[in-house]
């Protein structure tokens, strides 16, 4: 058995001999998605599941999530971080994966930038601990297609003239 990281574990994600299949058409859809149909409005006349057009795709244990993400880095300072811009059903939004093994509070903002110059900043808390830790942009609608999303966060040392340590892309 092999234990990949949590990035890399990205795409659709499920048993090899089991197809993704949208909701309606595998039967967990919520009900609000599921009913009587008739095979002229798009259902199937013996069930009475609809077929789902644009449903979003499920494996059993949710919606997919399928993460872009750049190199993992390190700075000589001693950040490590990988960025990614992840994409669920019609959300898009931007995850930084770092540790802070610098022994000092940082600043860093997580932007997240996508079609018609819409960028999505979070200043996220970075503190001394020497432990991963995670920030996330709030999710948008997805706006085009996920490729035109890409994601950078920079690390620097505290105050208005703190010096950039490290910066890290989902693109890079």
């Not at 048993?15 to 008739?38: E, N």
Request: proline letters at 6%; glycine letters at 12%.
């Amino acid at each position: 058995m092999v234990a990949l990281p949590l990035t890399v574990a990205s795409g659709q994600v499920g048993d090899a001999g089991r197809a993704a299949a949208p909701a309606a058409d595998r039967g967990d859809a919520p009900a609000t998605d599921r009913g009587d149909a008739s095979a002229a409005d798009g259902g199937d006349a013996k069930t009475g599941a609809r077929t789902a057009r644009h449903a979003p795709f499920l494996l059993g244990i949710g919606l997919a999530t399928a993460a872009r993400c750049g190199p993992e880095l390190t700075s000589p300072d001693g950040i490590e971080a990988q960025t990614c811009v992840l994409t669920q059903g019609e959300d898009t939004w931007a995850r930084a994966y770092y540790r802070n093994a610098t022994g000092e509070s940082l600043d860093s903002v997580l932007s997240l930038m996508g079609p018609d110059d819409r960028t999505v900043q979070t200043h996220c808390v970075t503190g001394a601990g020497d432990e991963p830790a995670t920030c996330e942009t709030p999710r948008e609608h997805t706006r085009g297609v996920p490729a035109a999303y890409t994601a950078v966060t920079e690390f620097a040392s505290r105050g208005s003239r703190g010096a950039l340590l490290l910066r890290s892309g989902s693109n890079s």
